[in-house]
């Protein structure tokens, strides 16, 4: 009985032990780059003051938004899958219009304040790399996400930024390119000694706010739905009639989801605990404390650890941020487009979905000028998100 309840993916599982590995990539999508795009460079900076200012004092927090991560992370892709729909339009059904504009707009202007400071940091990271203005580098990374999001169809696009998740992994090799006391991280990992003052619980709180993001779950459930619609189009689980039908698709489209979510947002906290890792063995043992960007870790590793894990370190910030830009202006973009009744889909050509692109260019092409002015307003620093 359980082997009839088993889709095509499922039973492939089971054919070589060679093609084991190509059928769990390919069960991989929304969940990998959602927990990976929660990876971004003003999140980058937020871990990155936490290891300078406390070094290995925050390890555990990692422990803890895990679970809760991929609680709501599920939630989401479910939301998704089951209804057919991404959450703004699922909202829509029971509560006012004024409110679902009112959580639309703060959405929009959350994500275009992160888009402006993910932007600043690139542009500031690349220039640190090969030299140049960051305004300019920040430009041209702008345009390349926006043009990538409206030439490029979904079928196409979701590779790449699955693709992209490799880049996570520069945050890895930096830590093994530096002395890490492993027993004394691990010790404090499991048993952190207690810090308890304002600023220790006010960075408890940011990388609680950096690790839970709202614009991840509007993200993931819309690219449930987006996968949906690929190849061969799936109806919406709630729309399975009769039971037998619901339960020979329904339940192998819940356990992948179920994975794909759990390796995403698992992924993403091993990544942020290497970046917490790596900058409390070096910046915190070297006394330097008072960091506030991702690029000007960048910048105070070179001198303590070497070139390299300075490039390591600087190229993952763009990295990560050519990953991070596009998943927060789609967000806002699937939320706008939910709210108003247009079409919502990467796959769609540009002429068919004018409002949904136009949100996308807008966010992207607005965070330039404002990341620029961040950048003034902190003295030439982007600021770690929630700070």
Same mark, same amino acid.
């Given at each position: 009985?359980?082997?009839?309840?088993?889709?095509?993916?499922?039973?492939?599982?089971?054919?070589?032990?060679?093609?084991?590995?190509?059928?769990?990539?390919?069960?991989?999508?929304?969940?990998?780059?959602?927990?990976?795009?929660?990876?971004?460079?003003?999140?980058?900076?937020?871990?990155?003051?936490?290891?300078?200012? @406390?070094?290995?004092?925050?390890?555990?927090?990692?422990?803890?938004?895990?679970?809760?991560?991929?609680?709501?992370?599920?939630?989401?892709?479910?939301?998704?899958? $089951?209804?057919?729909?991404?959450?703004?339009?699922?909202?829509?059904?029971?509560?006012?219009?004024?409110?679902?504009?009112?959580?639309?707009?703060?959405?929009?202007?959350?994500?275009?304040?992160?888009?402006?400071?993910?932007?600043?940091?690139?542009?500031?990271?690349?220039?640190?790399?090969?030299?140049?203005?960051?305004?300019?580098?920040?430009?041209?990374?702008?345009?390349?996400?926006?043009?990538?999001?409206? @030439?490029?169809?979904?079928?196409?696009?979701?590779?790449?930024?699955?693709?992209?998740?490799?880049?996570?992994?520069?945050?890895?090799?930096?830590?093994?390119?530096?002395?890490?006391?492993?027993?004394?991280? @691990?010790?404090?990992?499991?048993?952190?000694?207690?810090?308890?003052?304002?600023?220790?619980?006010?960075?408890?709180?940011?990388?609680?706010?950096?690790?839970?993001?709202?614009?991840?779950?509007?993200?993931?459930?819309?690219?449930?739905?987006?996968?949906?619609?690929?190849?061969?189009?799936?109806?919406?689980?709630?729309?399975?009639?009769?039971?037998?039908?619901?339960?020979?698709?329904?339940?192998? =489209?819940?356990?992948?989801?179920?994975?794909?979510?759990?390796?995403?947002?698992?992924?993403?906290?091993?990544?942020?605990?290497?970046?917490?890792?790596?900058? !409390?063995?070096?910046?915190? !043992?070297?006394?330097?404390?008072?960091?506030?960007?991702?690029?000007?870790?960048?910048?105070?590793?070179?001198?303590?650890?070497?070139?390299?894990?300075?490039?390591?370190?600087?190229?993952?910030?763009?990295?990560?941020?050519?990953?991070? $830009?596009?998943?927060?202006?789609?967000?806002?973009?699937?939320?706008?487009?939910?709210?108003?009744?247009?079409?919502?889909?990467? =796959?769609?050509?540009?002429?068919?979905?004018?409002?949904?692109?136009?949100?996308?260019?807008?966010?992207?092409?607005?965070?330039?000028?404002?990341?620029?002015?961040?950048?003034? !307003?902190?003295?030439?620093?982007?600021?770690?998100?929630?700070?």
């Amino acid at each position: 009985m359980k082997l009839k309840t088993m889709n095509s993916s499922e039973t492939e599982l089971n054919k070589t032990p060679d093609k084991r590995p190509n059928i769990f990539l390919r069960l991989l999508g929304p969940g990998l780059v959602t927990g990976a795009a929660d990876d971004d460079p003003s999140g980058i900076a937020t871990y990155t003051q936490a290891g300078a200012q @406390f070094g290995y004092g925050l390890l555990w927090t990692v422990f803890l938004t895990t679970p809760f991560m991929i609680a709501i992370q599920l939630i989401s892709a479910q939301i998704g899958r $089951v209804t057919g729909k991404g959450i703004i339009a699922n909202v829509k059904d029971f509560a006012p219009r004024w409110l679902v504009i009112s959580l639309v707009s703060m959405l929009v202007m959350a994500n275009t304040f992160n888009i402006a400071a993910d932007l600043a940091a690139m542009g500031e990271a690349f220039s640190l790399v090969i030299g140049g203005l960051n305004r300019e580098h920040a430009l041209i990374f702008a345009a390349t996400s926006v043009l990538l999001q409206v @030439f490029v169809r979904y079928r196409r696009y979701a590779p790449a930024l699955k693709f992209l998740t490799l880049v996570l992994f520069f945050y890895v090799a930096t830590a093994f390119t530096v002395h890490i006391p492993w027993g004394k991280a @691990f010790a404090r990992a499991v048993w952190p000694a207690a810090e308890v003052n304002r600023d220790y619980l006010l960075m408890v709180v940011a990388v609680l706010g950096t690790t839970i993001s709202p614009y991840l779950f509007f993200w993931q459930a819309s690219q449930e739905v987006e996968e949906m619609k690929q190849n061969r189009p799936r109806r919406p689980l709630k729309e399975r009639r009769p039971l037998k039908e619901l339960l020979r698709g329904g339940e192998s =489209e819940i356990e992948r989801i179920a994975l794909d979510t759990s390796v995403g947002m698992a992924f993403s906290n091993i990544i942020a605990f290497f970046i917490i890792l790596t900058t !409390a063995a070096v910046l915190n !043992a070297a006394g330097v404390t008072n960091i506030h960007s991702a690029a000007e870790a960048a910048e105070a590793l070179r001198p303590l650890a070497g070139d390299l894990t300075f490039l390591l370190f600087a190229l993952g910030i763009v990295g990560t941020g050519l990953l991070a $830009v596009p998943v927060l202006a789609g967000s806002a973009a699937y939320c706008v487009s939910e709210a108003f009744g247009w079409p919502a889909t990467l =796959e769609a050509k540009a002429p068919d979905a004018v409002g949904f692109y136009s949100i996308i260019a807008a966010a992207t092409v607005v965070g330039v000028p404002v990341g620029n002015s961040i950048l003034l !307003a902190s003295g030439g620093r982007v600021r770690a998100r929630g700070w």
